[in-house]
């Protein structure tokens, strides 16, 4: 895999170095290479995407 972070605009490089970190620390049967695309491109992220970003919460 190649991944180039090269932009000026901070918000385009906050959202990469986010989503690197999550390649970084996921699963390595890469179950969840489907949401880190849609939340990488998608305008609106949908219940199961966000569940990814969001802190662990005890039910």
Do not use: S
């Amino acid at each position: 895999m190649q991944i180039t972070c090269c932009d000026v605009e901070k918000a385009v490089i906050a959202r990469n170095i986010f989503l690197l970190t999550l390649l970084i620390d996921e699963d390595p049967n890469n179950a969840n290479n489907e949401l880190l695309f849609k939340l990488a491109f998608d305008m609106v992220l949908d219940e199961e995407t966000l569940d990814l970003i969001r802190p662990w919460q005890p039910d």
